[in-house]
Nanobody, 114 residues
Framework: VQLQASGGGSVQPGGSLRLSCAAS????????MHWYRQSPGKQRELVAT???????KYADSVKGRFTVSRDNAKNTVYLQMNSLRPEDTAVYYC?????????WGQGTQVTVSS
């Protein structure tokens, strides 16, 4: 089982980034997928969830700015991040629970700074 996240980088406030997470070794179309983030000195925070049926949930801090989506044909989940703020700076991780095991990608750094 592998989750491979990509797409992070540095951007100015107000900018946009799109993260991708490619999954292998799971029944992707049957799996809820999650995006978390962690800033230095803070606990890991759930940012967005997309269910296997496509339903979505977001943390209040990102509602209206971030959009999670999935492409089951590509076994990939995306996080479109718009109107980025300095407080969005963090390492972003994709996650799923597969056969009872919490499975994490390696993380991708997002830095929002002027």
């Amino acid at each position: 089982v592998q989750l491979q996240a990509s797409g992070g980088g540095s951007v100015q406030p107000g900018g946009s980034l799109r993260l991708s997470c490619a999954a292998s070794g799971i029944s992707f179309s049957l799996s809820a997928m999650h995006w978390y983030r962690q800033s230095p000195g803070k606990q890991r925070e759930l940012v967005a969830t997309i269910g296997f049926g496509g339903g979505t949930k977001y943390a209040d801090s990102v509602k209206g700015r971030f959009t999670v989506s999935r492409d089951n044909a590509k076994n990939t989940v995306y996080l479109q991040m718009n109107s980025l703020r300095p407080e969005d700076t963090a390492v972003y991780y994709c996650n799923t629970v597969w056969r009872g095991t919490d499975t994490w990608g390696q993380g991708t750094q997002v830095t929002v700074s002027s």
